[in-house]
C-alpha cells in the first residue's frame, strides 16, 4: 500500500485567501501591508525565488519592494539597508535574501532586522525568544512543517519525531515547535551514528537536510509519517527532496510531495506573517 501524499497546495490557497481578506482591511484601514526583501546577489536561482514570492505578495494585496544592492555590496550596506527598512513605518515584513557576497555572513546581518519585521525568523533573537516560548515569528519553512501536521490532523502529543537536520533555517527551530506540541523530539545530523537506527523508531520524520535521496526505505518504520523539506534541484531542471519517495512512499503512511508539499505553505506564510506584523504595529 502506497503512503497517502500530504499535498501543501489546499493548504497554502486557504491561508493565501485569509491573508488576502485581511491584506484588503488593513488597506481599507489606512495601512497598506509592505514587504521588503533585500537582495545582494547575482544568483539566478535566488532572483526566481523572489521574483516568485513579489508575484505571489501582489496576488493577496501585500506590496513587496525588492531591494536590489548588487552582488558586491558590502555587508556594512546590506546591515545599514536592514536597519534602515527595520524603522520604516511603511514597512511591516523584512527577508534577507541569500546567498550573500564574500564574507557576509547572514546570522550577522539577519540581527539589523528588527524582530517584530523578522517574517522569516532569521535575526537570532527571534529563534532566542522562539525556544523561550515568546513572542516571535518562527521562519516560515518550519513553521510549515507543524502547519502541514496540523492540516491533516496529525497527532503529535507523546509521539516521538526524528528531525534530520539541525539548521536554524528549519531544523532547531522545527524542533522547538514540535516541542511545543508535546512531541518527543530527537534532533538528527551529520555526526550521528546509524541514522537509520533513530529515525525508524520515529512516529514521524521531518528530513531537512538539503541532500537528495539521503532518506531510504530503511530509515523509515511502516505507516510512518514522513515530511520532506528538501528542494534539490537536478540536472533536468526539477526539484527532488531529502527523500527518497520511490522506495519511501511503500512503507511510509503518508509522505509530503517533493515539490507541492512544504514549499507552497511556507510562501503562503511568509505573506501571513507579513499581514500580521502590520496587524500589530
Known amino acids: ?11 497554502a490557497a486557504a491561508i493565501r485567501a485569509e491573508t488576502a481578506a485581511k491584506a484588503a482591511e488593513l488597506t481599507a484601514a489606512g495601512r ?11 544568483d539566478e536561482s535566488s532572483a526566481w525565488y523572489v521574483r516568485s514570492i513579489a508575484n505571489a505578495a501582489v496576488k493577496v494585496g501585500i506590496t513587496c519592494d525588492i531591494v536590489d544592492l548588487g552582488a558586491d555590496a558590502a555587508p556594512a ?10 524603522i520604516d513605518e511603511t514597512v511591516h515584513g523584512v527577508i534577507l535574501q541569500t546567498p550573500l557576497p564574500h564574507g557576509a555572513k547572514p546570522e550577522d546581518l539577519a540581527g539589523a532586522i528588527a524582530f517584530e519585521k ?8 527571534s529563534l532566542g525568544r522562539l525556544a523561550a516560548g515568546l513572542p516571535a515569528f518562527a521562519p516560515a519553512t518550519a513553521e510549515a512543517v507543524i ?5 491533516y490532523q496529525i497527532e503529535l502529543t507523546g509521539r516521538r519525531v526524528a528531525v534530520v537536520g539541525r539548521s536554524t533555517v528549519v531544523g532547531k527551530p522545527a524542533a522547538h515547535l514540535l516541542l511545543d506540541k508535546n512531541a518527543t523530539v530527537t534532533v538528527c ?5 546509524d541514522l537509520a537506527a533513530v529515525t525508524s523508531n520515529a512516529d514521524v520524520v521531518v528530513a531537512a537536510v538539503g541532500r537528495a535521496g539521503l532518506i531510504t526505505a530503511e530509515h523509515i518504520r511502516p505507516g510512518a509519517v514522513v515530511v520532506d523539506v528538501g528542494t534539490n534541484p537536478t540536472a533536468e531542471g526539477g526539484l527532488v527532496g531529502d527523500v527518497d519517495a520511490a522506495s519511501v512512499t511503500e512503507k511510509a503512511g503518508a509522505l509530503t510531495p517533493v515539490p507541492g508539499g512544504v ?10 506573517h507579513t499581514v500580521q506584523a502590520a496587524s500589530i504595529r
Open 1 to 11: 500500500m502506497s503512503a497517502s501524499i500530504l499535498s501543501g497546495k489546499e493548504l
Open 189 to 193: 545530523h551529520s555526526r550521528t551514528k
Open 263 to 272: 514549499g507552497p505553505v511556507t510562501t503562503a506564510l511568509l505573506l501571513q
Open 118 to 125: 523578522d517574517i522569516d525568523g532569521a535575526n537570532p533573537l
Open 77 to 86: 550596506d546590506i546591515r545599514h539597508k536592514l536597519a534602515s527598512l527595520s
Open 32 to 42: 497598506p501591508p509592505k514587504l521588503a526583501v533585500v537582495v545582494a546577489t547575482a
Open 147 to 151: 502547519a502541514i501536521l496540523d492540516h
